[in-house]
């Protein structure tokens, strides 16, 4: 009815301007005169006057046309055209109130609540207007209302016959799912009876609470922190190179069901803060930061010690873990080692005897590279042998050692033997081990009494002997 009158006053006023103007066109940025007068719409004579009758869309066109030219003056003609509606005599404005049945006062940011809004409306229903609602909420530190979910509408008929009242719901609402604080949290209902528009928790002269309805409803909101389980944490492997998939995980849960902020922070050797990285998890999930996909280490870090620790929130609660170790970071291949070996010249293994050491070695870089060679035996442990140097090559060559290492106090010992090298294999050692298949032979005389060596080895005896015992006769009896 407003509407529809309002059109008719301003098609009635635009009528003599048209006349004058004889027609003007919706489309130019300016309005301009037609001398045939065709201007979309038909023209008659009244009286001597002409009379230019405007189609609906270039009246429209022309309003808008206004409001853009000249908005002050459009808002003019607004208010000069405005009549304020009159509620019949007898009308009563609808009593409006919030229906809250849950009886929960403490909620989180996530709790998914049921608000209803009761309306009881006793105007006859050829009085009645229709009824535009919306919830609106205020949260913790929040100076204004904010509209949730959407607007509700009630008809003129959509009243129970029995009491006049009815009810519309904001089902399932999270209200608050971005709240910085906790504390106080309001609810209110906005609404519009195409006459004039409420607050129910102003135009009542005192807030209202009776049961399950309120003019204003409060609730408290509240937050649980969220929780790392430590058991979760670890960092795999704990050694490792440089450019290998190590992952850091662990398990953090929010009792709220937030969502959880959690920035992973790697540390140096000096417990500085190396990089960061940060993820948003679900609670109760758990969190992985792959090293390589997010570049943490170079080849400059190979053979570094790093540590790490977690910082973790919920958007209203902060936390940290303590610091952790790892990982370690093995230094980078320089050699490539393998075949370590150990041969008796005999198989009888006697301490006497010879053995052949060997070692596999590819080094594609090293200058003059060192490599030693030590054995063991519970007699003589960590016994150095001798000493090669060897050069670069892209082919992995053989290092032999040809040397006696046992004495007579090794016999019937098992040995071991390693090889030490002036540089990092791939295995991020600088040295490799290998055990004997056996005992040294328990012999300790190296020649037999019947042997060539040990007749010569007498003969000599009693010959030193002989010629002892003639020096000194001759001496003494001179």
Known sequence: MKRFAACL???????????????????PPKSTPSSSGDSGGSESKSSGKKIVKLDLEDLIGNLEKWKQDDPDK??????ILHIPFVPPKDYTAPTVLIWYPSAKTDITRNDKLDIYA?????????????????????????????????????????????NN?????????????????????????????????????????????????????????????PEVDEGSIRVDPPRARYNDPIRYEAQFVDTDGDMINVTLHVLDDQ????????QDVKSGTNVTFVASQYGFFGEGDAGKN????????????????????????????????????AEPADENRYWWQ????????????????????????????????????????????????????????????????????????????????????????????????????????????LLAALVGGIVIERRLYR
């Open 354 to 461: 010879n053995y052949r050491f060997s070692l596999k070695v590819k080094n594609p870089e090293i200058s003059n590279l060192r490599i030693d060679l030590y054995t063991s035996t519970p007699s003589h442990p960590n016994k150095y042998q001798e000493t090669k140097i060897i050069n670069t090559s892209e082919e992995a060559q053989d290092v032999l050692f040809d040397i006696k290492p046992f004495d007579v106090s090794d016999a019937n010992q098992s040995f071991t033997y390693y090889f030490k090298y002036s540089a990092t294999d791939q295995n991020s050692r600088e040295e490799m081990s290998g055990t004997s298949e056996g005992r040294i032979n328990p012999r300790i005389v190296e020649y037999p009494i019947y042997s060539r060596v040990t007749i010569l080895n007498i003969l000599a005896v």
């Open 74 to 79: 459009f808002e003019y003609l607004k208010k």
């Open 165 to 225: 009242a009815t009810t519309r719901d904001w089902s399932g609402i999270t209200p608050f799912p971005d709240s910085k604080e906790v504390g106080n949290a309001t609810f209110r209902i906005w609404f519009n009876d195409m006459h004039s528009t409420y607050y129910t928790d102003t135009m009542y002269e005192k807030p209202y609470q009776q049961d399950d309805y309120y003019s204003v409803l409060e609730q408290d909101l509240v937050n649980s922190p």
């Open 118 to 162: 009761w309306v009881k409306n006793d105007n006859p229903i050829e009085v009645r207007s229709d009824v535009y609602l919306w919830l609106e909420s205020k949260g913790p530190g929040e100076d204004n209302f904010t509209r949730v979910g959407s607007q509700r509408v009630i008809l003129a008929n959509e009243y129970s016959k029995k």
């Open 306 to 341: 790093f540590s790490y620790r977690y910082t973790y929130g919920d958007g209203l609660n902060d936390n940290r873990t303590g610091i952790f170790p790892g990982p370690h970071l093995l230094p980078s291949p320089k050699i490539f080692v393998s075949n370590p070996d």
């Open 271 to 278: 417990d500085r803060e190396f990089r960061n990285e940060t």
């Open 9 to 27: 006053i301003i098609i009635f006023l635009l009528l003599p301007l048209a006349a004058q103007s004889q027609g003007v066109s919706p489309s």
